[in-house]
């Protein structure tokens, strides 16, 4: 079956210092990978989508020179949380999709930060 | 921008009754809609999607979509209560994108 796997699962980090997180598709051919932050009150926010052969595209708020995204070949891609606040706590979610399927999500990345 | 919005906020039901979840959409080139499922502690999980207007049934769970009304709708018939969990609608546009706006869930309680 097609699985996501996210690690690390959880993570602390100082203020200001910065974290990356992967994810692996597992089963399928992740040809779209979106990575999502989750808020402690369970709202989602789309951060960025990455599409094979199309440029990483980030939504309002978030930036290419804040949240990096690598997204090599079509099992992997990782995000880098640079500079790390408090208001960047949240479970990062990635969700990886083949052509016509549903979006697979991993566990998370659960970010803290003190 | 897409908003999706999900009600209630949360609900309750006895064992063996009947769910129902809301959800609107705002944007009226959306194709394709999604319930996912979220366990505590876990990533969400897709129960079922839905392209076409009219119901859609898997098993006890049957969607409903009124796309001239904005309006996605979830139904679980005789909740077990392993169905408790946050329930979200999700939207999206394209079939070969990953881009997904999720309304801000449901908390679905079922007591034995």
């Known amino acids: 079956g097609a699985l996501v796997y996210q690690y690390p699962r959880r993570t602390i980090c100082k203020s200001g210092t910065s974290m990356r997180m992967e994810c692996q598709a597992v089963?399928?051919?992740?040809?779209?990978v979106a990575w999502y932050r989750q808020s402690p009150q369970k709202t989602f926010e789309l951060i960025a989508l990455?599409?094979?052969?199309?440029?990483?595209?980030?939504e309002q708020n978030f930036t290419q020179e804040k949240f990096p995204i690598s997204h090599p070949n079509l099992s992997f891609s990782s995000m880098t949380v640079l500079n790390a606040y408090l208001e960047d706590r949240g479970l990062y979610l990635c969700?990886?999709?083949?052509?016509?399927?549903?979006?697979?999500f991993g566990k998370g990345t659960r970010l803290t930060v003190v | 921008q897409q908003k999706v919005q999900q009600s209630p906020e949360s609900l309750i039901v006895p064992e063996g009754g009947m769910a129902s979840l809301n959800c609107t959409f705002s944007?009226?080139?959306?194709?394709y809609f999604w319930w996912y499922r979220q366990h505590s502690g876990e990533g969400p999980k897709a129960l079922m999607?839905?392209?076409?207007?009219g119901d859609k049934k898997e098993g006890r769970f049957t969607a409903h979509l009124n796309k001239a009304s904005l309006h996605v709708s979830l139904h679980i018939k005789d909740s077990q209560p392993s169905d408790s969990a946050l329930y979200f609608c999700?939207?999206?546009?394209?079939?070969?994108?990953?881009?997904?706006?999720f309304g801000d869930g449901t908390v679905l309680t079922v007591k034995p």
């Open positions: 990455s599409t094979v052969n199309s440029a990483i595209k980030y």
């Open positions: 944007d009226r080139n959306s194709q």
């Open positions: 969700g990886a999709r083949a052509p016509d399927t549903e979006v697979f």
């Open positions: 089963g399928f051919q992740a040809t779209s």
């Open positions: 999607s839905i392209f076409s207007n």
């Open positions: 999700a939207v999206g546009k394209g079939t070969n994108t990953g881009k997904l706006t």
